[in-house]
């Protein structure tokens, strides 16, 4: 399900810039799905350095 949400906020706002990320996933809805966990700290700095970087207003 990784995206979804922004196909729903896009039904609101059309004209909104989006961009989904998250951790690398394998064999996704499957008994073998898996998480590759040393990508979770990459996914979370990540999204630390660009909250850092929204403007407030």
Not at 11 to 35: A, C, I, N, Q, W
Request: glycine share 8%; with cysteine; hydrophobic share 40%.
């Amino acid at each position: 399900h990784a995206g979804l949400e922004c196909g729903l906020f896009s039904e609101k706002y059309p004209h909104l810039d989006m961009v989904s990320f998250g951790p690398t996933l394998r064999g996704v809805h499957s008994p073998d799905e898996r998480l590759l966990i040393p990508t979770v700290q990459m996914v979370w700095d990540h999204l630390l350095d660009v909250l850092k970087n929204v403007p407030e207003k």
